[in-house]
């Protein structure tokens, strides 16, 4: 249950929220068409949607887009209260501060992905920032518009230089430019790229289960069996028709290890890269 609960607006709309949560809770997201940045203040979370759940460690915040009726995060743990702080990302909001020069962040980039949430280690100037918007909550009659406009910004400007930048690019251009893209458009756009199982699932927008089950229905095969089948033949394609180092091709190809690389090349064709490719000149 709620035993805390405060709220700053911006333009009408709620920007940061501060609540407080007996375990154990769940505390579902009434809301739609936005993203919220949660920052986990004591306790610990779990993000439950339709397809997904994702625990999320008191080090950890996690950023959403796309919130709707039904998602919710909750905690079984009856010792440690939840305290939770909230910044809100509207997009007419949004539109209004940056008028038409929004940032990066909110651009579309070149991942083919419906991912729609994400966990970030907090670093030191994450928690400095939210120490910062404590102390307006603790001080109300020092808010103003001009300040909170600087603190929406602020927290755009920290997510856009994290480890998850790509990653949280692609979730808040959604804002803006909403995708949808099919299960096998995103198999088949990132077969080739440095991504794992994981990974490649969330953008999928699924649990690990959930993604092994439908790849299964789709492919009739195991993800990890049919993305390094395609791989390898697509690296001895290229070791026939190009001449790029064999190093190249096994990056190019998915591979982040030469020598696992070479392994699988020669389990599969019963020869080395460079002999398949002196065979065949």
Known sequence: MVIDYKKIELFGKQLIQKVVLEPPFDFSFPIAQQACFLYMLDGDMQYLS????????????????????GNKIQNSNNENKGEIVIVTFHPDVLKKIYEKDLPKLFRPNNEVSNQTSEKIKNDFLIKKYIEGLL?????????????????????????????NADIIQTILSQLFSPATYTFKQIIEANLFTQINIEELAKRTNLSISSFKREFKKLY?????????????????????????????IAFDCGFNDLANFTKSFSDKYKTTPTNYRSKNE
Not at 54 to 65: A, K, Q, T, W
Not at 137 to 162: A, D, V
Request: a negative charge; glycine letters at 0%; aromatic letters at 6%.
């Open 50 to 69: 339709q397809n997904n759940t994702i625990d999320i460690p008191s080090n950890y915040s996690l950023l959403l887009n796309c919130v709707n009726s």
């Open 135 to 163: 102390f307006y909550f603790e001080n109300p009659s020092l808010i103003n518009e001009e300040i909170l406009i600087l603190k929406l910004k602020e927290i755009i400007l920290l997510l856009s230089q994290t480890q």
């Open 220 to 248: 009739n095969d195991s993800p990890a069996n049919y993305i390094k089948t395609k791989r390898l033949e697509r690296a001895a394609e290229l070791l026939l028709i190009s001449n790029e180092r064999i190093t190249d």
